[in-house]
C-alpha cells in the first residue's frame, strides 16, 4: 500500500511524457480551408511541403461552379465589358464586324466564358505561382518553388469569396447598374463610371479591390513564413507582386486613353 502513491506519480509522469513527445495533431484540409482566413502563417507554415493540388484544385472546381451557377446574374457585366472593347476597337479602326457580326460573337463569347472559368482559375493560379516565386527572389527569398506553387494555391481562396459575393450582387442589384467590372468590383472603382473615367485610372482603382489586395497580403505572408525573409522585405514584396500582376490591366488602360 505504501508503494501506491509512488506508483501513482510514475504512472503520471510517463504519461506526460508520452503527451509531450507525441506530434501534434494534423490540421485536416477543411480545418486549414478555415484557418487561412484567421490564421494564414500557420497554414502555410503547415502546408509549405504539401502537394499544391489539393488547394488548387478547391479554387479552380469552386470558382468555376459558382461562376457557373450564377453567370445569368452577372451576365450583364461581360456583355458591357465586351461592347466597351468593341466600341473601343471601333474608335481606333481595329474593329470592321457588323452590328449583327458583333452580337453573334459577343453572345458566344460571354455564353462560353462560363465553362472555361474553371480551367482559366488553375492556369492562373500556376502562373502566379511562378510569378511570386521569380518576384520572391528579388528580395532574397529562399522559398523553394514547391512552396511558392503552395502559396499562390492558398493565398487565392478569398477569390473563392468573391465569386460568391459577385453572385450574390448580380442578385441583389437592379441589372441597370451591372455595367461593367467595376460595378462589382469592392474597392474604389466601383464609384467610377467606366464610360468617362480616365480608363488607366479606373484599372489601377480596381487594383484596391478588396480580394485583390487580401489576395496580395496572403501571398506576402505566405512568402515571410516559407521565404525566410524579413518583414519589411515581405512588404517589398506584395507591393511587388501587387504592380506586376497589374500590369496587363494597366497596360490595357494605357492603350485606351
Known sequence: MNDLPATLR?????????SASAPPKEQSFWEDLIDIFISP?????RRQYKSVWPPLLFVSIAIGVIVFVTFNTLQPVFEGEFNRQMAQAAKSGAQRATPEQLAKIRDFSV?????VIG???LLTVLVLGVISWIVGKLVSSKQTFQAAMVVAAWSYMPRVLGAVLGGVQGLLMD???LTSQASVSLGPA???NPDTANPLLLQLMLRFDLMTVWVTVLLAVGLFVTGKVTKTNA?????????????????QGFLAM
Open 10 to 18: 510514475m504512472e503520471s509522469s510517463t504519461l506526460q511524457a508520452e
Open 41 to 45: 502563417a500557420g497554414v502555410f507554415r
Open 111 to 115: 455564353s462560353f466564358g462560363k465553362y
Open 119 to 121: 480551367p482559366t482559375m
Open 175 to 177: 441589372e441597370s447598374q
Open 190 to 192: 466601383r464609384f467610377m
Open 235 to 251: 512588404v517589398i514584396f506584395g507591393v511587388l507582386i501587387w504592380l506586376v500582376g497589374g500590369l496587363p490591366a494597366l497596360r
